[in-house]
């Protein structure tokens, strides 16, 4: 049983630990594992792979932050009317559970910080507002909590929009303003309300770095983010980073691997989440869905035919359903895009400093054009390509706001193949999951131009009851068939079963030769007496 | 059936007439009398040197192992095969003695974890005598286990806790072993097991004070078939996937009436017995006269209810020919079922080469190997945590799958850095399809495609792997390239291929 939280001061006492895991757990970078920089969808998978005892990780991945900041950097601004604008906010949210998906998980309460912009909103983190029950707002200085909402969230981005429901509310609090990208070595100060106390907090920290970054929060998209020596903890996320009186960053993590060390997200992220979000929806960042090699080696650049003064990447893969998908070929070499030249590892220069091209791709709005330069069967061409969003790359996104989607006959559970019920086997579930299941979700991906098209479906677990409690597998098998029909969504597997009129359904696994076997008539009697006895509402989300 | 050609490894020499003129008789003493085996017993010490699987052309650290080896007839010495894995030097010396003399190995089979080994000293076996052998092993009650200590025999009065059927460290076979319960701490070193003055086992591993004894019955079968006189036949597997067929519903499914009975087949092994024999679907009902339940068991006449996966090694071995009923689109379907050897260098990713240097090639500073377990332990005990994901999918899924053209499969496990082959310094652990448009599945097909380049240019496709899908090099200067890294990385020889697996026919078929 939980205590009702009526008090800030509460907050610490009587949910102080619950709340610092939590955040904890929302503010870790994720691990480099295998998943996310296998996912085609991406705009490059990272070169580097994940830890092992024979290759350590690369403890100079992040330069020691800075001693000193320089002489030259700017004072520090501990304006009054900053503090006034960070705002404190209370997050009571449930989630859905996917390992019984008809469910929901026990209520949760965090804390983190937002702050005012124009519209009489906040902008925060998403992962401060997701699967909210009840939002509060604590204005600085005031004791009073007042409710609010999410009225736009960007999971890829971690950004989200909160209104509160009191019209007028923020109208007396000034706006901040965002600024640019701040310099290197240059000074900024975070506001926010770590740790879960209900007085303000500012840090200040210098700009160590600035790249791109696993946001933790879906724990696959890549964007730029400011790294600083500031200390940000739990409580601080959606803070503001502030320099010359701007905003020029969003506090969102940090990492267990650098002490001191927190993230922001830069202004040209925000400004891509509030233009996107300025029709009243959310749609997130185009994706070219290619995967591509460096050309760094002379011999592969001669023998693309590409000429001394060029550079560039090789197309190695185009997933269908992707933007490049019919206007791409394997094999073509991208010189340039949107004018900028793309180097032989890949990279483009922008704002002085060196950037995977893939973020060139990201500054477009879903349905805007993109223009590359390539070099293809030894003519070079322009090419346009209209940008959009590739549907099958959700499956590797941590999921909010959403409830599973799943199936159930004959007590039997069937939901996606997606990151969230790999997670239902371990956090490491790419070593501890059915390894077809790492394989489909991994691997199959990055061979087969339509897999990410295709939902493949998993046999989750079983409810136990005598019509099922022979069967040989019921535990995270892949199902390849039901049937005889290819399974390639869950809605294939409902149509194939309730469409079968034989005295069995056969459904055959991933691995071959395994199939298991449900007497039909049996099955059709038992499955609702099933859900009543386990408190199953109803029998599917699909 | 044409008698197998086993892996170089194998070292067979028939033991045929060997025990002629020897007395055979055995005083009987009971279980805590020394008498009984201390003359029976050896020490062993030996030197072991296995291979740097990251620099395959060199070899690893010396380690130094003490074991022990028993009497048996011939004379020879009987100890495990991981005893003599890799070894440099093999020392015997006698209980109480100050002497160490040379001992070779006779035959080693890897795939049931036995060797025998000679020792050509005059008058080493004078005073020792070979361990009267039970028939078969205890299933409850006190055995004495012994240990090697300071050159002194330890013995200790251990209890029987059960048999269970477990895989043979290479995971090739499966057959019962006797667990004991033991005081004597430290074991798995090819101790010997006694029960009422009798040789029961060798301790072949041993978890705080469980012991796994490898019985006696397997030995005998071992030690039979090495004295056959003719090549060693081995033990058999049958190289079968299968399910278990407790539901009632699914065996309604395949029209058998009656109670759930038999496994369900799902697939053969290549070179397996049951290649080309069983098919998926078949129920199988049957094997060598014994029924099988839903549940994969038979009952065996002292050990009670076994896995049936264990009949092939229980008195048979490969060559023989065993019964088995299948229950197959509606019909009950009599085989014959032709035993053939466990052989796990026939997998596509043998999970230990004991003995055999990892092949290996260096080309263009690509360092080039062939997948196999000992790689993917080489990342530690935690391997299965720390090695590439991409490797251990295709050890946990594909290991088995092995098939006429893919025999192996090559990675590239790192890249040795030069000018030459710079932008694919980061590469490594990634499987190679195809160099210049030849298929491969081995060091050798690898070595021969880099001698015939696409044009000016080498062409090196990678399993799909998120960051490159094909190298490419320079041909020109490929050989130069090469020569450079090789002396530059102190490469004795850019290359290393090793005799092909054996070949096993056809595909399985459905």
């Given at each position: 049983m939980r205590a009702p939280l009526d008090s800030p001061a509460r907050l610490l006492t009587s949910f102080g630990r619950a709340l610092l895991l939590a955040l904890v757990a929302g503010v870790a970078i994720a691990p480099a594992a295998a998943a996310p920089q296998a996912t085609p969808g991406a705009p490059r998978p990272p070169a580097s792979k994940p830890p092992t005892a024979k290759q350590p990780a690369a403890k100079s991945a992040a330069p020691k932050p800075a001693a000193k900041p320089p002489a030259a950097a700017p004072e520090p601004m501990l304006d009054e009317g900053f503090e006034k604008s960070v705002v404190r906010i209370i997050n009571y949210s449930q989630r859905g559970d996917?390992?019984?998906?008809?469910d929901v998980t026990g209520v949760r309460a965090s804390s983190g910080t937002g702050f005012v912009i124009d519209g009489g909103l906040l902008l925060t983190n998403a992962h401060v507002v997701s699967d909210a029950r009840l939002l509060l707002l604590y204005l600085h200085g005031d004791p009073t909590p007042h409710k609010a909402r999410a009225v736009m969230l960007g999971h890829d981005c971690d950004l989200a929009l909160v209104r509160p429901d009191e019209p007028g509310l923020l109208r007396n609090i000034p706006v901040l303003e965002l600024g640019r990208l701040p310099p290197l070595r240059t000074m900024v100060e975070t506001y926010g309300y770590p740790a879960g106390g209900d007085q303000i907090s500012s840090t200040r920290g210098v700009v160590s770095r600035i790249e791109t970054q696993v946001y933790a929060h879906s724990g696959v998209d890549r964007h730029v983010a400011i790294q600083t020596d500031a200390a940000i903890n739990p409580g601080n996320s959606g803070g503001p980073m502030i320099q010359d009186g701007k905003v020029v960053g969003v506090a969102f993590q940090g990492t267990d691997a650098l002490e001191n060390t927190g993230f922001g997200i830069p202004v040209e992220v925000i400004q891509h989440f509030l233009t996107d979000a300025e029709d009243g929806k959310y749609d997130g960042y185009p994706d070219l869905a290619i995967l591509e090699s460096n050309l760094e080696n002379p011999a592969a650049r001669r023998r693309a035919g590409m000429r001394d003064d060029e550079s560039g990447v090789r197309v190695d893969f185009v997933n269908d359903g992707?933007?490049?998908?019919?206007?791409?070929?394997?094999?073509?070499?991208?010189?340039?895009?949107d004018g900028s030249p793309i180097a032989n590892d890949g990279s483009v220069l922008m704002e002085g400093l060196r950037f995977d091209y893939g973020l060139m791709v990201d500054r477009h709005q879903i349905g805007s054009d993109l223009r590359l330069r390539l070099l293809r069967d030894g003519e070079r061409k322009e090419i346009t390509v209209p940008l959009v969003a590739h549907p099958g790359t959700s499956r590797y996104a941590s999921q909010y706001d959403v409830m599973p989607r799943y199936f159930i006959y004959a007590g039997l559970v069937f939901e996606p193949l997606n990151v969230e019920m790999l997670e239902t086997t371990g956090r490491d579930w790419v070593v501890s999951a059915d390894k077809r299941l790492v394989q489909e979700q991994i691997f199959r991906p990055l061979s087969d131009p339509k897999a990410l098209l295709r939902e493949p479906v998993v046999l989750l677990r079983r409810l136990d009851d005598p019509v099922n409690i022979n069967i040989a597998w019921y535990r995270n098998q892949l199902v390849t068939k039901a049937n005889g029909k290819d399974i390639d969504s869950l809605g294939e597997l409902i149509d194939a079963i309730e469409s079968n009129k034989a005295a069995f359904h056969v459904l055959e696994l991933g691995e071959p030769g395994r199939f298991i076997v449900l007497d039909r008539k049996g099955a059709d009697e038992a499955s609702p007496k099933i859900l009543e006895r386990y408190g199953v509402e109803k029998d599917r989300n699909p | 059936m044409t008698v197998r050609r086993l892996a170089a490894f194998l070292v067979v020499f028939a033991l045929g007439g060997a025990t002629a003129g020897r007395a055979m008789a055995e005083p009987a003493h009971r279980a805590g009398g020394r008498q009984s085996f201390e003359n029976g017993i050896v020490g062993l010490t030996v030197s072991a040197q296995g291979w740097d699987q990251d620099r395959p052309w060199a070899k690893g650290a010396p380690q130094a192992r003490m074991a022990l080896a028993t009497v048996v007839e011939g004379p020879y010495l009987l100890t495990s095969a991981q005893m003599v894995s890799d070894a440099t030097l093999i020392e015997a010396e006698k209980l109480g003695g100050s002497v160490r003399v040379p001992a070779r190995v006779v035959l080693v089979d890897p795939e049931v974890d036995l060797a025998i080994l000679g020792v050509d000293a005059p008058k080493f076996f004078d005073d020792l005598k070979p361990v009267p052998m039970a028939s078969s092993v205890p299933t409850e009650g006190a055995v004495q286990s012994v240990r090697w200590r300071l050159r002194q025999i330890e013995a200790s009065t251990s209890r029987v806790s059960r048999v269970e059927v477990q895989v043979t460290s290479l995971g090739g076979l499966e057959h019962p072993f006797l667990l004991v319960t033991t005081d004597l701490r430290g074991g798995g070193w090819a101790e010997p097991v006694f029960a009422e003055g009798k040789f029961i086992g060798l301790t072949v591993s041993q978890d705080d004070q469980v012991a796994r004894v490898l019985p006696v019955d397997i030995i005998n079968n071992f030690l039979d078939m090495a004295r056959g006189g003719k090549p060693y036949p081995g033990f058999a597997n049958l190289g079968l996937r299968w399910q278990i067929n407790e539901d009632p519903v699914l065996t309604a499914s395949l029209r058998l009436s009656g109670d759930p009975r038999g496994v369900l087949i799902t697939g053969a092994n290549w070179?397996?017995?049951?290649?080309?024999v069983m098919r998926p679907r078949d129920l199988l009902l049957s094997l060598d006269g014994h029924e099988i339940d839903a549940s994969g068991y038979y009952r065996h006449p002292r050990y009670g209810l076994l896995r049936f996966t264990t009949i092939t090694t229980d008195g048979h071995r490969a060559g023989e020919t065993i019964k088995a009923e299948v229950w197959r689109d509606g019909k009950n379907v009599k085989l014959d079922l032709p035993l053939k050897a466990a052989h796990t260098p026939g997998d596509l990713i043998p999970d230990r080469v004991p003995e055999q240097p990892p092949p290996y090639l260096v080309a263009g500073g690509l360092v080039l190997r062939e997948l196999d377990g000992n790689y993917l332990r080489s990342w530690g005990d935690d391997w299965r945590r720390k090695a590439p994901i991409r490797l251990q999918l295709r050890y946990w899924l594909?290991?088995?799958?092995?098939?006429p053209g893919a025999r192996r499969i090559v990675v590239l496990s790192s890249v040795l850095p030069h000018a030459y082959n710079i932008g694919y310094h980061g590469l490594s652990d990634v499987a190679v399809l195809e160099i210049n448009g030849r298929p491969i599945d081995s060091i050798a097909a690898a070595e021969e495609a880099f001698k015939h380049p696409e044009g000016d240019f080498h062409r090196i496709v990678l399993?799909?792997?998120?960051?490159?899908?094909q190298v490419i090099l320079d041909a020109k200067t490929f050989d130069a390239a090469t020569a450079e890294i090789q002396e530059s990385y102190r490469v004795p020889a850019p290359v290393r291929t090793a005799a092909p697996p054996p070949e096993f026919g056809a595909a399985c078929g459905g």
């Open positions: 996917w390992f019984s998906p008809w992707g933007s490049a998908e019919g206007l791409l070929k394997v094999g073509d070499v991208l010189l340039a895009v | 070179g397996g017995s049951a290649c080309g594909d290991s088995k799958d092995q098939e399993e799909p792997n998120g960051q490159m899908a």
